[in-house]
């Protein structure tokens, strides 16, 4: 079984159990697949996302990142000087450089990435589950 990648938004619904959100694909990926990582700056986007009151939960945030990590297996990917420098070779991606930091992991590691965002869906350099 292929380690898989998963985006900011799937590790949330993925540790939420927000089973609807998946589709039938990416459900069964993510429950049967190998090990599961996050990039490092999803922690970061979680973070911005509780500061910016978009999202809450009843405990700390890094509480909240640490257990999930720990409840559901997930490993980290920390930000390398290759997946730095890949994220910058990404032609015609967007601007948002989280989703460049995420989608070079995938590159540089060599796993898919499991993710709903269209805008990185259509990027064909870049190997996606949904």
């Given at each position: 079984?292929?380690?898989?990648?998963?985006?900011?938004?799937?590790?949330?619904?993925?540790?939420?159990?927000?089973?609807?959100?998946?589709?039938?694909?990416?459900l069964?990926?993510?429950?049967?697949?190998?090990?599961?990582w996050?990039?490092?700056?999803?922690?970061?986007?979680?973070?911005?996302?509780?500061?910016?009151?978009?999202i809450?939960?009843?405990?700390?945030?890094?509480?909240?990142?640490?257990?999930?990590?720990?409840?559901?297996?997930?490993?980290?990917?920390?930000?390398?000087?290759?997946?730095?420098?890949?994220?910058?070779?990404?032609?015609?991606?967007h601007?948002?450089?989280?989703?460049?930091?995420?989608?070079?992991?995938?590159?540089?590691?060599?796993?898919?990435?499991?993710?709903?965002?269209?805008?990185?869906?259509?990027?064909?350099?870049?190997?996606?589950?949904?």
């Amino acid at each position: 079984m292929k380690d898989i990648l998963l985006d900011t938004h799937v590790w949330i619904w993925f540790c939420l159990e927000e089973k609807k959100s998946f589709s039938k694909k990416a459900l069964t990926l993510i429950q049967q697949g190998g090990q599961k990582w996050i990039s490092v700056i999803s922690c970061w986007e979680l973070a911005k996302l509780s500061e910016k009151g978009r999202i809450s939960f009843s405990i700390p945030v890094l509480t909240w990142i640490r257990r999930s990590l720990t409840e559901y297996g997930i490993n980290i990917a920390d930000l390398s000087p290759e997946i730095s420098v890949e994220s910058t070779r990404l032609k015609g991606f967007h601007k948002d450089p989280a989703d460049q930091i995420i989608v070079a992991t995938s590159r540089v590691l060599t796993m898919p990435l499991l993710t709903s965002d269209r805008r990185i869906l259509n990027f064909r350099d870049v190997e996606t589950v949904w």
